[in-house]
């Protein structure tokens, strides 16, 4: 089941790549801290399997006891040594996956972090309580992790995230089953800094950042400021460091349209100058789609396997399996937005396709 969700390999981490520096895309720090959460998780689990003791003694004649750790030992204690300050201080509204919040009552746990810092340097004494502490950590993710209550609170959120899943992948495929040929347009839409930042009210600043959301929804669909939307999908996300900010995927009549880099920069533009009053601002995904390794964005046929695979599995992935990791609190109302189903035409006209699009099969929590 993790390799379902665990998607961002060496090339994948590209599509969190949403910012240009000098003409080249970069990994913000809060993109970053969501591979920080990805390699949590795996941490855990790899603690969750693991067997006997990760942290022993050995005794010098001249140093005395010194601490000797396993490979994995080490890697947990580089992680809690790091602790969560920054997490909590980036996303401050969120609820994290079930194995990093083990991790953080993991890192409450521990009373003297600066003991992580020079393990190393440790013997005799103080070198013995290190070994209990870690031996005791984790004893407490084995127990944690194997419990009844975890078990049930990661089948919810599993649940809840292949839920959304499935949800946009079936979307998706419906839109290819009406129309052959689309343009796909993404684009990531943001504020000024400073403007609805959130850090002094938060939810007084959610209903502001809905309402810019609702107004370009609206107008989309009335074709302002490009004509021709065929569907849409949604995500509202919230870092303290760049604040409130959608990532926009958009799905365009390929028959009509051709120039997605171009309908890009009208939406940003329009985005910034109209709906936000100047106080907006946009990157263009589409402008820097030649640098990303699996290209799911611009012009795409419904044959086009291999295209469709990135759209879903790196493009339209983001909208959906980063809430596997950290997501908005349920306090902040939905952060996921998408367009209604396509409904099939009952009689299709002219020559047929020479092959179907492969439907989805539904991933599930299991």
Sequence with gaps: MIGEVDWIDNGGALDLMV??????????VEESL???????????????????????SCTHK????KVKVERLGRY?????KRGKGMFERCFPSHEVNPYVEVFFKCVDRVDDLHLLRVWRTLRSVTAEA???????????????????????????????????????EGYIDALFARHSRMLVVRVDLSYQSGFVSGREDFYGDVKKVKAHWAKIQKDLHKGIPVDGLLGFACKLEY??????????????????????GVLARMIGEYWRDSITAGAGRYFNCNAVKDKYRYLGIGMI????SDRISALKNRVASYLTKVDYWIRLSPESGRSFFRGNMPKLKSVKRGRPRACELPQAVPRTAA
């Design 19 to 28: 910012e240009e520096v000098e003409g080249l895309p970069v990994l913000r």
């Design 34 to 56: 969501v591979l920080e959460l990805r390699s949590i998780e795996k941490l855990m689990c790899e603690l969750a399997g693991s067997k006997g003791f990760l942290f022993s």
């Design 62 to 65: 001249r140093d005395g006891v």
């Design 76 to 80: 947990f204690v580089d992680k809690l």
């Design 130 to 168: 290190f070994l209990g502490i870690m031996n005791d950590l984790v004893e407490f993710v084995r127990l944690e992790l194997s419990s009844d209550d975890f078990k049930a609170v990661l089948k919810r959120f599993r649940k809840a995230s292949f839920k959304r899943i499935n949800s946009l």
């Design 239 to 260: 870092g303290q460091l760049k604040g409130f900010h959608f990532h926009l995927l958009l799905f365009y009549n390929g028959s009509n349209h051709r120039q997605d």
């Design 301 to 304: 046929s419904f044959n086009q």
